[in-house]
């Protein structure tokens, strides 16, 4: 039996540190916006916790959030059945098969 090295881990370890610094800092510098009404960078004033509290009290967040279970709940009724129903239809151990999965890669390697 083989055996197994997780050397590659060590490999991925930078890469993996960039992006939670990318994503972590930001979300940080947000949260700590939010607590602050700015005007400028020089006139900044402490609300603390008052906006979240005026926001829970208005329907229009849960007017928001019903609509995004909405979408969400439609998005996946339509795309978790479709994307089953493609990978079924992809033909097995032919030639056809490389084809056909890089025409349905080819949308995702636009952006």
């Known amino acids: 039996m083989k055996q197994q090295s997780n050397a ?3 490999l991925a370890l930078p890469a993996i540190a960039l992006l ?6 930001p979300l940080v510098a ?3 916006y939010s607590f602050f009404d700015i005007f400028t960078l020089d006139s900044r004033f402490w609300v603390g916790a008052e906006w979240y509290a005026a926001l829970v009290g208005t329907p229009d967040l849960y007017a928001a959030l019903g609509r995004s279970l909405l ?9 978790f059945p479709l994307g089953v129903a493609i990978a079924l ?5 032919t ?10 890669a080819l949308p995702l390697v636009v952006p």
């Not at 030639?95 to 349905?104: C, D, F, T, Y």
């Open 71 to 79: 979408f969400t709940t439609l998005v996946l009724l339509i795309q």
């Open 8 to 10: 590659a881990w060590w």
């Open 89 to 93: 239809l992809i033909p097995q151990n």
């Open 95 to 104: 030639i056809a098969k490389g084809a056909v999965l890089m025409i349905l």
């Open 30 to 32: 947000v949260i700590n």
């Open 20 to 25: 939670g610094l990318v994503g972590f800092v």
